[in-house]
């Protein structure tokens, strides 16, 4: 009911021609009057995605019966092509059809190479075939954080030493406004 108010008041206030631009807070009632507004909208804002999200859900259950029907239609069919596909190729091994509507045919596959990351690393290193292991590289960048001291927007290391490759930039404090809910 809270919320009601403090949206017809926002219509008022916009209807009698007051434009945002001449709209001044000047005082904490000013900013407790805008805080209520601004939650009023946070709340209209809930109900209309949970209105969005409840229908999204239906027709999202919707879609997946009627997908999950035309799957099953379409399955049942490719089952059928596979067997005519290979009942025709055990008689001609080069068996290919093509129709205006698509085709069927039997593609060589190349052999599917599957690896134990931990016990290849292992077989290689033992082999001495060191090369073909990968390792990746990169900065550890909390560890950076806490021993380096910033001089100038460069990182300098405990010795004094610039690192190239990193750049420091300050950044200007950044406004937070929050709505109590």
């Avoid at 052999?111 to 090369?131: N, R, T, V």
């Avoid at 960048?141 to 380096?148: G, H, M, P, V």
């Avoid at 690192?163 to 950044?171: A, F, P, W």
Wanted: net charge negative; proline share 3%.
């Amino acid at each position: 009911m809270l919320n009601q108010l403090d949206l017809l008041e926002i219509e008022e206030v916009q209807q009698s021609g007051v434009q945002e631009n001449r709209f001044i807070i000047n005082d904490i009632e000013g900013v407790n009057w805008a805080f209520r507004k601004i939650k009023a909208y946070h709340n209209q804002k809930a109900e209309i995605e949970a209105l969005a999200k409840a229908e999204i859900e239906r027709i999202q259950t919707w879609l997946v019966n009627e997908a999950k029907q035309i799957d099953e239609s379409i399955a049942f069919f490719e089952g059928k092509l596979t067997e005519y596909a290979v009942v025709q190729r055990e008689a001609d091994p080069k068996f290919k059809c093509s129709t205006p509507y698509g085709k069927i045919g039997f593609r060589k596959q190349q052999p599917k190479w599957e690896y134990d990351e931990e016990k290849a690393i292992h077989s290689l290193k033992e082999a001495g075939l060191k090369e073909l292991i990968r390792v990746k590289e990169e900065p550890k960048k909390d560890e950076i954080k806490k021993l380096f001291r910033v001089v100038d927007g460069k990182a300098v290391d405990p010795d004094g030493q610039i690192i190239d490759g990193i750049t420091i930039t300050d950044r200007e404090d950044k406004l937070e406004i929050k709505v109590v809910e």
